[in-house]
């Protein structure tokens, strides 16, 4: 199995500045995508920003210039480096990781349990 833990949210001000983290553990052989999701209440989850082994990364159009997301890929860990934070961005922030567990094997989508993330003043 896989584990996704993510770590980092909180309440900061409009404005501010969040780093959320999470890593995979487990029985991973590959992996081929990594990535941040959010949802606010009463909303879809939606993609904020992912990355795939090609090289490829994408953001959500509401968060260009504002987030990055850098990894370590050592450590199986990803980041999502929030600034310039604004209240429209609170929401349940969810990693998320395309593994594959084994040689030959298949890849699965995995989650990390979700963490919480407001911007308020």
């Known amino acids: 199995q896989v584990q996704l833990v993510e770590s980092g949210g909180g309440l900061v001000q409009p404005g501010g500045s969040l780093r959320l983290s999470c890593a995979a553990s487990g029985s991973i052989f590959s992996i081929n995508a990594m990535g941040w999701y959010r949802q606010a209440p009463g909303k879809e989850r939606e993609l904020v920003a992912a990355?795939?082994?090609?090289?490829?990364?994408n953001y959500a159009d509401s968060v260009k210039g504002r987030f990055t997301i850098p990894r370590d890929n050592a450590k199986n860990t990803v980041y999502l480096q929030m600034n310039s934070l604004k209240p429209e961005d609170t929401a349940v922030y969810y990693c998320?990781?395309?593994?594959?567990?084994?040689?030959?094997?298949?890849?699965?989508?995995?989650w990390g349990q979700g963490t919480q993330v407001t911007v308020s003043s």
């Open positions: 998320n990781a395309n593994v594959r567990t084994r040689w030959g094997g298949r890849y699965d989508y995995y």
């Open positions: 990355f795939t082994s090609g090289g490829s990364t």
